[in-house]
């Protein structure tokens, strides 16, 4: 006679398989973000560079015609704003820095340049030494932290971001901290119900995704104020 197996049973192995197939397409989401990427960069990125280096000898043979300069340098205007539109998307879809330069760089400059565009006082604390971590770990990484300055910028009505990261034996931490209106007073102030969902849904894959790591991500009121969002993921064993 078999012996019935307990619903709680069934539910974490609902929740277990339900990780795992999250964790599996988010990692083919990451690798097709990633062709794409490279596909604008090899593909539109050549033929864009060639056609400016193009139309720049073009203008040098053109005869002396106020209309005729004009409309080459409307063209070439335009045709720069493609090459830095391409560029953007690029970066949007896969930030190569990650894979180049390594997690350290990557996650100090996003900082930089998010408190450059937004005129945000933006500082990080990184481990003098590349982080010791999977890959994987510092794809998660990347991502949380930029949908973490996102929903700032949205929603918090920041003046300052501290982002703090510790690599240790056993884990990598990341903390997200800023003096903005808190969670209660951004959850009731959203522009709209869509833009709520987009912080929910955004902070709840980022928390899959951890999870998926074994990890966590929790969010949390700042202790002078603010909000504060902590990421932990543990380091595999060594083999």
């Given at each position: 006679?078999?012996?019935?197996?307990?619903?709680e049973?069934?539910?974490a192995q609902?929740?277990?398989?339900?990780?795992?197939?999250?964790?599996?397409?988010?990692?083919?989401?990451?690798?097709?973000r990633?062709?794409?990427s490279?596909?604008?960069?090899d593909?539109?990125g050549?033929?864009?560079?060639?056609?400016t280096m193009?139309?720049?000898?073009?203008?040098?043979k053109?005869?002396d015609?106020?209309?005729?300069?004009?409309?080459?340098?409307?063209m070439?205007?335009?045709l720069n704003?493609?090459?830095?539109?391409?560029?953007?998307?690029?970066?949007?879809?896969w930030?190569?820095?990650?894979?180049?330069l390594?997690?350290r760089?990557a996650?100090g400059?996003?900082?930089?340049?998010?408190?450059?565009?937004?005129?945000?006082?933006?500082?990080?604390s990184?481990p003098?030494?590349?982080?010791?971590?999977?890959?994987?770990?510092?794809?998660?990484?990347?991502?949380?932290?930029?949908?973490?300055?996102?929903?700032?910028v949205?929603?918090?009505?920041?003046?300052?971001v501290?982002?703090i990261v510790?690599?240790n034996?056993?884990?990598?931490?990341?903390t997200?901290?800023?003096?903005?209106?808190?969670?209660?007073?951004?959850?009731?102030?959203a522009?709209?119900?869509?833009?709520?969902?987009?912080?929910?849904f955004?902070l709840?894959?980022?928390?899959?995704?951890a999870?998926?790591?074994?990890?966590?991500?929790?969010?949390?009121?700042?202790?002078?104020?603010?909000?504060?969002?902590t990421?932990?993921?543990?380091?595999p064993p060594?083999?």
């Open positions: 006679m078999s012996v019935p197996v307990p619903p049973h069934h539910e609902r929740s277990a398989d339900l990780s795992e197939l999250l964790g599996h397409v988010h990692t083919c989401w990451d690798n097709e990633r062709s794409l490279r596909q604008l960069h593909s539109l050549s033929s864009l560079t060639a056609l193009h139309l720049g000898l073009l203008m040098q053109l005869p015609d106020q209309a005729l300069q004009d409309r080459a340098g409307h070439k205007k335009l704003q493609i090459v830095e539109t391409n560029r953007q998307m690029q970066i949007k879809l930030n190569d820095k990650l894979e180049f390594g997690v760089v996650l400059e996003l900082v930089e340049q998010f408190g450059q565009q937004h005129n945000i006082t933006a500082r990080s990184l003098d030494d590349e982080l010791d971590c999977p890959r994987s770990h510092g794809i998660v990484l990347l991502h949380t932290l930029e949908e973490a300055l996102r929903n700032i949205a929603h918090a009505g920041a003046t300052e501290d982002v510790d690599d034996e056993d884990e990598v931490m990341m997200v901290k800023d003096n903005g209106v808190g969670l209660a007073a951004a959850a009731t102030t522009a709209a119900p869509a833009g709520a969902d987009q912080v929910k955004g709840r894959m980022a928390r899959e995704r999870a998926y790591l074994g990890g966590t991500l929790t969010l949390a009121p700042g202790h002078a104020g603010g909000a504060m969002l990421m932990i993921l543990p380091k060594s083999t």
